[in-house]
Every structure is written in C-alpha cells, then in structure tokens.
C-alpha cells in the first residue's frame, strides 16, 4: 500500500466526512453550502453516503468543503 504523506484526505472515509460536516453545520446550512437535494429533502447519513458513492461532481464538492473546514 502506498503512503499518501501529502494527502490530507488520505485514510479518511466519507462517512466521517459527512458526519464531521454534518455536525459541524447541520443538514440545513449544508444543503445551503452545498446544493444537493440529499442534504435538503429528509436528509440522513445512509441516503447521503449512497448519493456520493456514485456521484462524482457531488462528492468532490463534500470534499473541498471539508478541506476548507478542518484548515
């Protein structure tokens, strides 16, 4: 396995992500911040993470939003 040294999202899962997110900001500001309806229309962890699974353009968003936050 390769060591990813200069990869902050390296060894980090989605569902931590979207649960620091989500605790961070709530559901409410996190569908303002990023305008996804799985963060708008009875949002939950599973239905979010199945979303992102399989949209890419969705999760980079998630992502970048969780750079910009833990800096």
């Known amino acids: 396995m390769e060591e ?7 060894g980090v ?3 931590e992500i979207l649960q620091f997110l989500v605790a961070m900001y709530g559901w409410e500001e996190l569908g303002q911040l ?5 963060f ?3 949002p939950s ?3 979010s993470l199945k979303f992102l699974r ?5 999760r980079d ?3 970048n939003l969780y750079l910009r936050s833990i800096k």
């Open 4 to 10: 990813q040294p200069n990869n902050p999202l390296h």
């Open 13 to 15: 899962k989605l569902a």
């Open 34 to 38: 990023i305008n996804i309806n799985c």
């Open 40 to 42: 708008k229309s009875n």
């Open 45 to 47: 962890i599973n239905s």
């Open 54 to 58: 399989k949209t890419q353009w969705a």
């Open 61 to 63: 968003k998630v992502e």
